[in-house]
Protein backbone atom coordinates (compact mmCIF):
# COMPACT_ATOMS: atom_id res chain seq x y z
CA UNK A 1 0.00 0.00 0.00
CA UNK A 2 1.23 3.41 -0.74
CA UNK A 3 -0.28 5.65 1.99
CA UNK A 4 -0.19 10.23 1.24
CA UNK A 5 -1.96 12.74 3.60
CA UNK A 6 -2.91 16.44 4.01
CA UNK A 7 -4.56 19.22 2.75
CA UNK A 8 -8.15 18.31 0.72
CA UNK A 9 -9.02 21.47 -1.18
CA UNK A 10 -10.71 22.38 -5.09
CA UNK A 11 -9.31 24.52 -7.64
CA UNK A 12 -11.26 27.22 -9.72
CA UNK A 13 -8.99 28.18 -12.48
CA UNK A 14 -8.97 30.85 -15.11
CA UNK A 15 -9.61 28.76 -18.59
CA UNK A 16 -7.64 31.60 -20.53
CA UNK A 17 -4.04 33.29 -19.63
CA UNK A 18 -3.20 36.72 -19.04
CA UNK A 19 -6.70 37.27 -17.15
CA UNK A 20 -5.20 38.22 -13.26
CA UNK A 21 -7.82 37.57 -10.34
CA UNK A 22 -8.07 41.05 -9.78
CA UNK A 23 -10.37 41.28 -12.67
CA UNK A 24 -14.00 39.78 -13.53
CA UNK A 25 -14.20 36.95 -15.76
CA UNK A 26 -14.86 33.59 -16.07
CA UNK A 27 -13.95 30.40 -14.29
CA UNK A 28 -13.48 26.72 -14.69
CA UNK A 29 -13.77 23.81 -12.21
CA UNK A 30 -13.95 22.98 -9.40
CA UNK A 31 -11.73 20.39 -9.62
CA UNK A 32 -10.12 18.19 -6.98
CA UNK A 33 -6.71 19.44 -5.55
CA UNK A 34 -4.10 19.08 -3.05
CA UNK A 35 -0.80 18.19 -3.57
CA UNK A 36 -1.15 15.02 -1.30
CA UNK A 37 -4.12 14.29 -3.11
CA UNK A 38 -2.76 15.02 -6.37
CA UNK A 39 -0.05 12.14 -5.53
CA UNK A 40 -2.44 9.88 -4.31
CA UNK A 41 -4.93 10.02 -7.38
CA UNK A 42 -1.54 9.42 -9.60
CA UNK A 43 -0.74 6.64 -7.95
CA UNK A 44 -3.63 4.68 -7.93
CA UNK A 45 -4.77 5.34 -11.52
CA UNK A 46 -1.83 3.56 -12.20
CA UNK A 47 -3.12 0.23 -10.50
CA UNK A 48 -1.58 1.02 -6.95
CA UNK A 49 -3.62 0.13 -3.82
CA UNK A 50 -3.02 3.51 -2.23
CA UNK A 51 -4.95 5.12 1.31
CA UNK A 52 -4.96 8.61 1.62
CA UNK A 53 -6.39 10.89 4.63
CA UNK A 54 -7.58 14.31 4.98
CA UNK A 55 -10.25 16.48 6.01
CA UNK A 56 -12.73 18.57 4.16
CA UNK A 57 -16.06 20.08 4.73
CA UNK A 58 -19.89 19.37 4.66
CA UNK A 59 -20.02 21.09 1.42
CA UNK A 60 -20.59 20.67 -2.37
CA UNK A 61 -16.71 20.55 -2.75
CA UNK A 62 -16.10 17.63 -0.35
CA UNK A 63 -18.60 15.88 -3.07
CA UNK A 64 -15.81 16.61 -5.98
CA UNK A 65 -12.87 15.82 -3.71
CA UNK A 66 -14.48 12.26 -2.77
CA UNK A 67 -15.50 11.56 -6.00
CA UNK A 68 -12.41 12.25 -7.70
CA UNK A 69 -11.04 9.87 -4.98
CA UNK A 70 -12.97 7.09 -5.88
CA UNK A 71 -12.74 7.51 -9.76
CA UNK A 72 -9.34 6.83 -9.56
CA UNK A 73 -9.88 3.98 -6.85
CA UNK A 74 -9.47 5.01 -3.40
CA UNK A 75 -11.85 3.79 -1.01
CA UNK A 76 -10.65 5.98 1.80
CA UNK A 77 -13.20 8.31 3.01
CA UNK A 78 -12.51 11.80 3.60
CA UNK A 79 -13.16 13.11 7.36
CA UNK A 80 -16.38 15.58 6.91
CA UNK A 81 -16.32 18.50 9.28
CA UNK A 82 -19.37 20.41 9.88
CA UNK A 83 -19.43 23.97 10.47
CA UNK A 84 -16.27 24.11 8.02
CA UNK A 85 -16.01 24.92 4.21
CA UNK A 86 -13.58 22.73 2.11
CA UNK A 87 -10.50 24.34 0.99
CA UNK A 88 -10.41 26.54 -1.85
CA UNK A 89 -7.50 27.69 -4.24
CA UNK A 90 -8.40 30.59 -6.99
CA UNK A 91 -5.85 29.96 -9.72
CA UNK A 92 -4.81 32.49 -13.03
CA UNK A 93 -1.86 32.07 -15.42
CA UNK A 94 -0.10 34.74 -17.43
CA UNK A 95 1.84 34.20 -21.06
CA UNK A 96 4.99 32.93 -19.01
CA UNK A 97 3.44 30.46 -17.27
CA UNK A 98 3.64 31.69 -13.87
CA UNK A 99 0.48 31.66 -11.45
CA UNK A 100 -1.35 33.95 -9.09
CA UNK A 101 -3.12 32.00 -6.54
CA UNK A 102 -5.82 33.16 -3.62
CA UNK A 103 -6.22 30.50 -1.20
CA UNK A 104 -8.62 29.80 1.53
CA UNK A 105 -6.57 26.71 3.54
CA UNK A 106 -5.85 28.27 7.15
CA UNK A 107 -9.45 28.52 8.03
CA UNK A 108 -10.85 25.64 5.98
CA UNK A 109 -11.40 22.15 6.90
CA UNK A 110 -7.91 20.82 5.53
CA UNK A 111 -6.58 22.69 8.37
CA UNK A 112 -8.17 19.86 11.18
CA UNK A 113 -6.43 16.92 10.07
CA UNK A 114 -4.40 15.42 13.17
CA UNK A 115 -3.19 12.29 14.14
CA UNK A 116 -6.24 10.44 15.56
CA UNK A 117 -7.67 10.38 11.95
CA UNK A 118 -4.68 7.72 10.73
CA UNK A 119 -5.23 4.26 11.22
CA UNK A 120 -3.36 2.80 14.94
CA UNK A 121 -1.11 1.00 12.74
CA UNK A 122 0.81 1.15 9.34
CA UNK A 123 1.71 -2.36 9.28
CA UNK A 124 0.31 -2.45 5.31
CA UNK A 125 2.27 0.67 4.48
CA UNK A 126 4.93 0.04 1.82
CA UNK A 127 5.54 3.81 1.25
CA UNK A 128 4.56 6.83 2.85
CA UNK A 129 4.23 10.44 0.94
CA UNK A 130 4.89 13.79 2.69
CA UNK A 131 4.67 17.72 1.18
CA UNK A 132 5.99 20.27 3.00
CA UNK A 133 2.70 22.06 1.93
CA UNK A 134 0.93 19.82 4.87
CA UNK A 135 3.90 20.64 7.19
CA UNK A 136 2.96 24.10 7.05
CA UNK A 137 -1.15 23.75 7.25
CA UNK A 138 -1.41 23.77 10.54
CA UNK A 139 -0.43 22.29 13.79
CA UNK A 140 -2.38 19.51 13.98
CA UNK A 141 -1.56 18.56 10.33
CA UNK A 142 1.70 18.82 10.90
CA UNK A 143 1.42 16.36 13.94
CA UNK A 144 -0.49 13.97 11.75
CA UNK A 145 2.46 13.56 9.01
CA UNK A 146 5.19 14.09 11.64
CA UNK A 147 3.09 10.76 13.19
CA UNK A 148 3.02 9.11 10.31
CA UNK A 149 6.83 9.46 9.71
CA UNK A 150 7.12 7.96 12.77
CA UNK A 151 5.16 4.92 12.10
CA UNK A 152 6.48 4.23 9.10
CA UNK A 153 10.21 4.33 10.05
CA UNK A 154 9.66 1.62 12.89
CA UNK A 155 8.30 -0.73 9.69
CA UNK A 156 10.74 0.26 7.12
CA UNK A 157 8.58 1.73 5.12
CA UNK A 158 9.75 4.32 2.01
CA UNK A 159 9.03 7.51 3.01
CA UNK A 160 9.40 10.12 0.67
CA UNK A 161 9.38 13.96 0.78
CA UNK A 162 8.06 16.57 -1.76
CA UNK A 163 9.32 20.00 0.02
CA UNK A 164 6.73 22.22 -1.77
CA UNK A 165 8.05 24.56 0.60
CA UNK A 166 6.25 28.42 1.43
CA UNK A 167 9.20 29.99 1.85
CA UNK A 168 7.09 32.96 3.53
CA UNK A 169 6.36 30.52 6.40
CA UNK A 170 9.96 29.18 6.78
CA UNK A 171 10.41 31.46 9.78
CA UNK A 172 8.55 29.61 12.06
CA UNK A 173 10.94 27.15 14.10
CA UNK A 174 8.41 24.25 14.71
CA UNK A 175 7.89 23.99 10.72
CA UNK A 176 11.61 24.61 10.73
CA UNK A 177 12.10 21.64 12.84
CA UNK A 178 9.27 19.60 11.06
CA UNK A 179 11.23 19.75 7.65
CA UNK A 180 14.53 19.07 9.27
CA UNK A 181 13.12 15.44 11.15
CA UNK A 182 11.30 14.80 7.10
CA UNK A 183 14.27 15.27 5.48
CA UNK A 184 16.29 13.27 7.62
CA UNK A 185 13.85 10.19 7.70
CA UNK A 186 13.28 10.36 3.93
CA UNK A 187 14.59 8.06 1.69
CA UNK A 188 13.41 10.20 -1.32
CA UNK A 189 13.65 13.43 -1.83
CA UNK A 190 11.96 15.42 -4.57
CA UNK A 191 13.08 19.05 -4.81
CA UNK A 192 12.61 21.60 -7.44
CA UNK A 193 15.78 23.84 -8.31
CA UNK A 194 14.41 26.74 -6.11
CA UNK A 195 13.64 24.09 -3.42
CA UNK A 196 16.95 22.68 -3.11
CA UNK A 197 18.78 25.98 -3.15
CA UNK A 198 16.17 27.30 0.07
CA UNK A 199 17.20 23.79 1.72
CA UNK A 200 20.71 23.69 1.68
CA UNK A 201 21.47 27.77 1.49
CA UNK A 202 24.70 29.16 -0.27
CA UNK A 203 24.76 26.45 -2.74
CA UNK A 204 23.30 26.05 -6.55
CA UNK A 205 20.66 23.40 -7.33
CA UNK A 206 22.98 20.56 -7.91
CA UNK A 207 25.19 21.10 -5.00
CA UNK A 208 22.36 21.24 -2.63
CA UNK A 209 20.86 17.91 -4.47
CA UNK A 210 24.74 16.11 -4.30
CA UNK A 211 24.69 17.28 -0.60
CA UNK A 212 21.36 16.23 0.34
CA UNK A 213 22.39 12.78 -1.21
CA UNK A 214 23.79 10.12 1.49
CA UNK A 215 24.15 6.71 1.66
CA UNK A 216 20.58 5.21 1.48
CA UNK A 217 19.12 8.59 -0.11
CA UNK A 218 17.82 9.08 -3.31
CA UNK A 219 16.97 12.91 -4.63
CA UNK A 220 15.13 13.79 -7.61
CA UNK A 221 15.53 17.54 -9.34
CA UNK A 222 12.28 18.17 -10.73
CA UNK A 223 13.10 20.25 -13.67
CA UNK A 224 9.92 20.55 -15.47
CA UNK A 225 10.15 20.06 -19.02
CA UNK A 226 13.38 19.54 -19.12
CA UNK A 227 12.97 16.65 -17.10
CA UNK A 228 14.88 16.12 -13.97
CA UNK A 229 17.87 14.93 -12.70
CA UNK A 230 18.36 11.88 -10.17
CA UNK A 231 21.38 12.16 -7.49
CA UNK A 232 22.08 8.29 -6.15
CA UNK A 233 25.15 6.16 -4.84
CA UNK A 234 27.24 8.84 -5.52
CA UNK A 235 25.90 9.74 -9.48
CA UNK A 236 24.13 11.95 -11.40
CA UNK A 237 21.88 10.45 -14.28
CA UNK A 238 20.21 12.93 -16.44
CA UNK A 239 16.37 11.84 -17.08
CA UNK A 240 14.51 12.90 -19.93
CA UNK A 241 10.33 13.53 -20.13
CA UNK A 242 8.85 13.58 -23.37
CA UNK A 243 7.01 15.92 -25.07
CA UNK A 244 2.84 16.94 -24.58
CA UNK A 245 0.63 19.79 -25.38
CA UNK A 246 0.85 21.17 -22.37
CA UNK A 247 -2.46 22.69 -20.87
CA UNK A 248 -2.41 23.14 -17.10
CA UNK A 249 1.26 22.41 -15.53
CA UNK A 250 -0.40 22.22 -11.50
CA UNK A 251 0.45 18.88 -10.03
CA UNK A 252 2.67 17.71 -12.58
CA UNK A 253 5.34 16.99 -9.78
CA UNK A 254 2.70 15.33 -7.45
CA UNK A 255 1.83 13.14 -10.47
CA UNK A 256 5.63 12.34 -11.17
CA UNK A 257 6.08 11.44 -7.50
CA UNK A 258 2.93 9.18 -7.44
CA UNK A 259 4.85 7.31 -10.92
CA UNK A 260 7.72 7.15 -9.29
CA UNK A 261 6.55 5.32 -6.02
CA UNK A 262 4.68 3.27 -8.53
CA UNK A 263 7.46 2.36 -10.49
CA UNK A 264 10.05 1.65 -7.82
CA UNK A 265 7.62 -0.80 -5.93
CA UNK A 266 7.32 -2.48 -8.97
CA UNK A 267 10.58 -3.40 -8.90
CA UNK A 268 12.16 -0.91 -11.10
CA UNK A 269 15.46 0.69 -9.75
CA UNK A 270 15.84 4.53 -9.55
CA UNK A 271 16.61 5.74 -13.17
CA UNK A 272 14.23 3.31 -14.88
CA UNK A 273 11.55 4.49 -11.80
CA UNK A 274 12.16 8.14 -13.02
CA UNK A 275 12.07 7.69 -16.84
CA UNK A 276 8.38 6.26 -15.83
CA UNK A 277 7.57 9.42 -13.73
CA UNK A 278 8.51 11.79 -16.25
CA UNK A 279 6.15 10.18 -18.49
CA UNK A 280 3.34 10.62 -16.07
CA UNK A 281 4.03 14.33 -15.25
CA UNK A 282 4.16 15.26 -18.28
CA UNK A 283 0.70 12.96 -19.31
CA UNK A 284 -1.12 14.82 -16.12
CA UNK A 285 -0.45 18.25 -18.04
CA UNK A 286 -2.87 17.76 -20.50
CA UNK A 287 -5.86 18.62 -19.62
CA UNK A 288 -6.99 21.19 -17.22
CA UNK A 289 -7.27 20.33 -13.69
CA UNK A 290 -4.37 19.14 -11.39
CA UNK A 291 -5.47 15.75 -11.30
CA UNK A 292 -8.10 15.29 -14.29
CA UNK A 293 -4.98 13.87 -16.34
CA UNK A 294 -3.46 11.57 -14.45
CA UNK A 295 -2.69 8.33 -16.46
CA UNK A 296 -3.12 5.10 -16.50
CA UNK A 297 -0.56 2.34 -16.30
CA UNK A 298 -1.32 0.99 -20.22
CA UNK A 299 -1.32 4.90 -21.47
CA UNK A 300 2.13 5.04 -19.84
CA UNK A 301 3.86 2.30 -20.97
CA UNK A 302 2.55 3.08 -24.65
CA UNK A 303 4.89 5.67 -23.99
CA UNK A 304 7.94 4.02 -22.95
Request: charged share 20%; hydrophobic share 45%.
Amino acid sequence: MILSLGEVLVEIMRPERDLPLSQTGTFQGPFASGAPLIFACAAARLGAEVGFYGVAGKDAFAETCQRHLESCGISTPLRIAPGYTTGMAFVAYDSSGERQFVFHLAQAAAALLEPDDLPQSLDRVHWLHITGSSLCGSDSMREACLSAVAKAQQINATISFDPNLRPELMGNPAIQDAFSTVLEAATVILPSAKEAEFLVQGKSSEEACSLLMREGKAVFLKLGERGSKLFVDGKVTDIPTIRVSEVDPTGAGDCFAGGLAVAHLRGMDWPQAARFASVVGALSTTKLGPAEACPTLAEVESYL
